[in-house]
Nanobody, 115 residues
Framework: QVQLVESGGGLVQPGGSLNLSCVASGDIFRINFMAWYRHTPGKQRDMVAQIFSKTETTNYAASVRGRFTISRDNAKNTLYLQMNDLKPEDTADYYC????????WGQGTQVNVSS
C-alpha cells in the first residue's frame, strides 16, 4: 500500500507563490506516475500536473502551464508542485495522487489566493 501526505497550502495574494509537497511512503516502487489534482466545490476534480516515474515526462493543464512546475525528489520520496503567479481562480483543495494500478489519494491541502 502507498500513503501520501500533502503540505504547503495556505493563503497567498494574487501574483504570489506556494510550493506544495507530497511525501510518499509504503510500496512506492509500485507507483507508475504521480500527479496533482485540484477541486473546488461544485466542480469535478481536475488534474493540474502529472509526472511519470520512469521517464519523468510531465504534463500540465493548459490553465497552469508556464506558471506551475511539478517535480520529484526520489531520495526524499517527495513530490512537489511549485506554483508561481497565482491567480484567484487557482483557489482550491489540492490533492496528491499516486497511480499504482488504481489511484491513491492524499488528504489534500487548501490553497486560497486572495487579496
Amino acid at each position: 500500500q502507498v500513503q501520501l501526505v500533502e503540505s504547503g497550502g495556505g493563503l497567498v495574494q494574487p501574483g504570489g507563490s506556494l510550493n506544495l509537497s507530497c511525501v510518499a511512503s509504503g510500496d512506492i516502487f509500485r507507483i507508475n506516475f504521480m500527479a496533482w489534482y485540484r477541486h473546488t466545490p461544485g466542480k469535478q476534480r481536475d488534474m493540474v500536473a502529472q509526472i511519470f516515474s520512469k521517464t519523468e515526462t510531465t504534463n500540465y493543464a493548459a490553465s497552469v502551464r508556464g506558471r506551475f512546475t511539478i517535480s520529484r525528489d526520489n531520495a526524499k520520496n517527495t513530490l512537489y508542485l511549485q506554483m508561481n503567479d497565482l491567480k484567484p481562480e487557482d483557489t482550491a483543495d489540492y490533492y496528491c495522487d499516486a497511480f499504482v494500478g488504481k489511484d491513491i489519494w492524499g488528504q489534500g491541502t487548501q490553497v486560497n489566493v486572495s487579496s
